[in-house]
């Protein structure tokens, strides 16, 4: 895109703003449309288990399902995020914006409306409107729009900057990067890890029933097959428990989305009672559904 105004002058130093993205219309439908299928698709996986029971869902089929319908487009969403990855500069009265392939500069005085996106995909962000109606083409999307709201007002000058950070989709934003980020070893823990209490009991289940005892299939067999065979099992439950964690997740996110809207004010304290809430659904329901399984009605 090209720049509204080019000026003159060294840029003031850039902020540090998590996840900043700028994002041009088109790709910004090609990122959301590809993160809504990867996270839509999981509770879609869920449900067609437990409806289609003949012919079950097989480990083959769940494993395929999970690359092509939400492991692929994540990936997909998340290189798009890394291709239009940007930094941001704002001091002087100005505005600096640069990223692989664009440099943009426009004067605070240009700015005269800051439009928060309404449906935050593929995550929270806000859009520039200049003085003479055009919408900025690149849009900014970060993890926190909160913080360069703040700067684009305090630094810059920019008084519709401090509307856009009231509005709830900055709220909820705000509130959902309080509460931190997911790292590799947490995602581990609930998933990996904990995936190997229920596995331990569907696998000792499965030994009895199909060869007569814990180790019958490895004395039959052999270890590689054993092995194998928990495994298999393991990976299952792994998935399942992920498709299981969507559908808490997406409702957490849909009811603290909403009470930004109702009740801004709020959005940090359900936040915290979302966050909560999916755990407990999450670390109790699962020994429940177990417990279900094996039960005698």
């Known amino acids: ?63 395929r399902s999970v690359v092509l319908f939400a492991l692929f487009p ?4 998340w290189l798009v995020e890394r291709a239009l990855a940007a930094r941001v500069a704002i001091g002087d009265g100005r505005l600096a914006l640069s990223r692989l392939g664009l440099r943009m500069e426009a004067t605070a005085s240009a700015i005269v409306r800051v439009v928060p996106w309404r449906v935050p995909l593929p995550g929270p962000g806000f859009s520039l409107v200049l003085m003479d109606g055009r919408r900025v083409r ?18 810059a000058g920019v008084d519709a900057a401090r509307v856009a950070a ?83 997740r997406g409702l957490g996110e849909g009811v603290a989305l909403g009470a930004a809207w109702i009740a801004p004010s709020r959005a940090a304290r359900v936040r915290r009672a979302v966050e909560l809430s999916c755990r407990a659904l999450y670390y109790g329901g699962v020994p429940v559904l177990l417990g279900l399984r094996f039960a005698p009605w």
């Open 1 to 63: 895109m090209r720049s509204p105004r080019r000026l003159q002058g060294a840029d003031p130093p850039p902020l540090d703003v998590e996840g900043l993205r700028a994002y041009p219309p088109g790709w910004r439908v090609v990122a959301a449309t590809l993160f809504a299928v990867s996270r839509a698709s999981l509770p879609a996986m869920l449900v067609a288990i437990l409806v289609e029971r003949n012919p079950p869902v097989t480990p083959p089929v769940l494993f």
């Open 74 to 77: 994540g990936i997909g969403a």
């Open 138 to 155: 690149q849009g900014l999307g970060a993890r926190d729009p909160l913080p360069l709201l703040e700067a684009l007002a305090e630094r």
């Open 166 to 248: 009231a509005h709830p989709t900055t709220l909820y934003a705000h509130a959902k990067a309080g509460a931190g980020p997911w790292r590799w070893h947490h995602l581990a823990g609930k998933f990996v890890l904990f995936a190997l209490a229920p596995t331990a009991v569907l696998f000792n289940a499965h030994q009895h029933i199909a060869y007569g005892g814990l180790f019958g299939e490895y004395y039959l067999v052999g270890p590689a097959a054993y092995f194998r065979t928990f495994a298999i099992h393991w990976a299952t439950v792994i998935i399942q428990l992920v498709l299981y964690a969507s559908v808490w």
